[in-house]
């Protein structure tokens, strides 16, 4: 065993070979030397490369986040609900029509006030069904690591299920086949324009 080559003794000395040109070579391609590269060369298909920063990175990774998703379907699901209860409380306002004089005698300040109880029953319910929906989505598709129409299938039918179980067990497994089968139409019809 006498033709193998031993290592130094001295852990700081590190030579491969006598020569000091060859060491020197040695070093450079077997060494894990890091080395400073000036010359980048970076794929492209049109347009000049832009190198995104650490912020921009940091930034993307916060808008992917599924907390930060969910976040946003619930503002805006507040926000639409809204709009909606706005609609059709004035389409349909809470007076009986068994009593015709009960619609003269009623004030702006009853109307604003069975408008405003619409709104946010409206409200409140959008934004819980786009933060759950939005929720779930994200987290199904970072566990299965794809992005296709199962996503929302399965989405849908988790979040129509929870939703679907405040009315009891019958009307959380509608609500949950209703849901994903709606999930799954919007998601083709937007997958196919």
Known sequence: MSFLFRPPTDPNL????????????AKYLVGNNQRFRENIIIPRILGPVIIKTNEEKMIEATIE???????TSCIIGYGLGAAVG????????????????????????????EMRTSMLSYAKNFAILG???????????SARGKTD?????????????????RGGLRAGIFGAAGFAAFSTVIDYY???R
Not at 90 to 99: E, F, G, I, K, Q
């Open 65 to 71: 986040s599924c907390p930060f998703k969910s976040l």
């Open 190 to 192: 937007m997958h196919q």
């Open 149 to 165: 129409w199962k996503n929302g299938t399965y989405a849908g039918g988790v979040t129509g299920g929870l939703i679907g179980l």
């Open 131 to 141: 933060a759950v929906f939005s929720g779930v989505e994200c987290c199904i598709e």
């Open 14 to 25: 590190s030579k491969f070979i006598e020569n000091n040109d060859y060491d020197s070579l």
């Open 86 to 113: 706005l609609f059709t409380s004035s389409l349909m306002p809470n007076v009986s029509v068994t009593d015709p004089s009960a619609m003269q005698t009623q004030s702006a300040r009853e109307i604003l006030r």
